[in-house]
């Protein structure tokens, strides 16, 4: 048995006995202990599982909340880096784009700073400050500083985006399944990634692949608005296939 199937195979045991042992495991599989613990350990760091002294428990695939943005920027590094230099490639001379707020699209924004005449629109302020030194138009929504983060939000950001029509969203989220569709667990913060999505032409997704299969109480769109999600392949646990159908591409970095 290959190991992603074999991890696959501990979440639907933990789907059907809630917790179990490191030993209930391997017996279970057949394997080694130090076998299960590193599937274990490869599983927990795409938040599937948790484990306890002794065992392990399953994680719900319900995102209710975050962490703050420090800690979710040092989280999936690498594979955020790579997902933001990839998705320069999709922006053309003279783009009008939005970034949305998140760790993923500071990075985008990072490797944005050496080009030059696009307007660039975005409710995080660490996002234009990064491109404060870059030879582009910059346009922040205003609005209300959302705490512990660097978000702009509320009434001024949405009638700032409302009057905007741009040709590209480069869309950041903290849960996206094939079924539901891209979906954020804040009420306050919906709105305006909704009507960033209504605005622009075209949609493109950067979400590191512990994103998947994942979701949050407020809709923000169905994943058939999408036209690109640009991901990562460290993550074995879900089913790619489902994506690729429903959305306009599928990018792996």
Do not use: W
Not at 207 to 216: E, G, P, T
Request: proline share 2%; net charge negative.
């Amino acid at each position: 048995m290959l190991p992603a199937e074999r991890e696959q195979n501990i979440i639907n045991y933990l789907k059907q006995h809630k917790k179990a042992t490191v030993h209930e495991l391997s017996v279970a599989f057949d394997v080694h202990d130090a076998t299960i613990r590193r599937d274990l350990k490869n599983l927990e760091q795409f938040n599937h599982i948790k484990r306890t002294h002794g065992g392990v428990v399953l994680i719900s695939n319900e995102v209710v909340d975050e962490l703050d943005f420090d800690d979710r920027e040092s989280s999936h590094k690498v594979q955020k880096e790579a997902i933001g230099k990839k998705a320069v490639e999709f922006v053309e001379d003279r783009d009008t784009i939005i970034i949305d707020s998140g760790s993923t699209t500071l990075q985008f924004a990072k490797h944005l700073v050496d080009k030059s005449d696009l307007t660039i629109i975005t409710n995080d302020i660490h996002i234009a400050s990064i491109l404060n030194s870059s030879q582009n138009k910059i346009i922040v929504t205003g609005g209300i500083l959302y705490k512990n983060n660097y978000i702009l939000n509320g009434q001024i950001t949405n009638q700032t985006l409302a009057g905007l029509n741009p040709a590209k969203l480069f869309l950041g989220t903290p849960a996206v399944q094939a079924e539901r569709g891209v979906t954020h667990y804040s009420s306050e913060l919906s709105p305006a990634k909704e009507l960033m999505v209504s605005q622009a032409k075209e949609v493109y997704l950067l979400a590191d692949s512990s994103k998947f299969d994942k979701v949050s109480l407020h809709n923000i769109c169905p994943i058939s608005d999408i036209d690109v999600i640009i991901t990562d392949d460290t993550n074995n646990n879900y089913d790619l296939e489902k994506y690729k159908e429903k959305v306009g591409k599928m990018v792996i970095t």
